[in-house]
């Protein structure tokens, strides 16, 4: 079993609250009138440094939505008032996707920067990442954070890290053939881009020597499906990450699957709560992911409700590592959760359908209102050779699982968009 820092993965619970409790309350006091944000924020909430005894205060402070952090920005350009220091302490520039609306932009000084590849040095551990590996990152390196933060955990570990921007598909098998790539980081839809890029060039991947596929962006790589048939394109294991540019590199899978992902507890909080109470839910139970990361103080994130719908067990995984861990990764967001019919639809479940059918190559999803009906409509661009009447079996497997049949339309080869980063799968048009 490989990790980062095995001491600290492996502490007793108790130890480990007392560990985040001691950064907590030192990060506090940081910030403390140094950071205009989260100062305000507290003041208006009737609460100081001092008013935190032990890690169940945690719960006194109040929640921050990403609508604040925008909204701050927006006042506060460019960077808001959640810099805890001067901007020319900070080294690094980067910003959200931008999927949902205007990307936030978000800067880390130098330590932020080492702490974001100490997190990324978890999750590469855990993927059984040693010195010895050359990592490709098959990622254009723009602004959105992506694999930026991989490239220091790749440098913190000590291994070789190959740059894949800038090039097509098959240009970048050939440059992890050509380096002998033993790792390869990418969002899942990417992972089987490149193996469809292969099987359409006649590009042979068993010439890669790839051992494990580390998987982040989307929540691809835990769907059961998309995880076996990239493992099984691969002939190398698929990995799964969650993170977020705001939150930062907080959890990865381990080498034990399927176990869900850890989260990397010495460096986050982690509180699972009921999105209506904002209570803690039971142990095992389905809640909203709600995270403070405690290695951030220029750019904090206090009780961060992300909108990720997750169920966590703290038992002892078998790979030894006693951090919470979210059984099936991220189950879904509660604002991707679309109702048609009556029936709540999760984008993962419908994946995790499409995927079971290696002739589906790419599918397009759309919610629309026709004569005051809910529609769904499933486009899939099948595989060279594929016979177009598996698109019966697949409106039948759908069927089976909605309690209700959505219309499946088989399209012409390429006619589907392909994505490097986050896929843009659903969509809903109610409108039209």
Known sequence: MTYFDQTVETLPREQLAALQFSKLQAMVKELWGKNRFYTEKWKQAGIQPDDLKSIDDLARLPFTIKHELMTDQAAHGPFGSNLTYPVSQYVRFHQTSGSTGVPLKVPDTEENWRWWGRCWGHVLAGAGVTAADRIFMAFSFGPFVGFWAATEGARQLGCMMIPGGGRDSLQRLELMSS??????????????????????????LSSIPLKATVNAGEPGANVLSTKTRIQEAWNAKCFDHAGATEIGAFSFECQVQPGGIHVIESEFIAEVLDPLTGQPVAEGERGELTLTNLGRWGFPIIRYKTGDVVRA????????????????????????????????????????????????????????????????????ELCEGADPKVVHAIAERLDAMLSFRPRVHHVARESLPRFELKAKRFHVKRDA
């Open 179 to 204: 380096t002998g790539a033993s790792v390869l980081c990418c969002t899942p839809t990417y992972a089987l881009r490149l193996a469809e890029v292969a099987r359409e060039t006649g590009f042979d």
């Open 313 to 380: 067990t703290t038992q002892r995984c078998d790979c030894g590592r006693t951090s919470m861990r979210l059984e099936g990764g991220i189950l879904g967001r509660a604002d991707d959760m679309v109702t048609v019919r009556g029936v709540n639809v999760f984008p993962a479940g419908v994946e995790n359908i499409l995927r079971k059918f290696a002739e589906v190559d790419e599918f397009r999803v759309t919610i629309s209102k026709v004569r005051h009906m809910d529609e769904m409509d499933v486009e899939v």
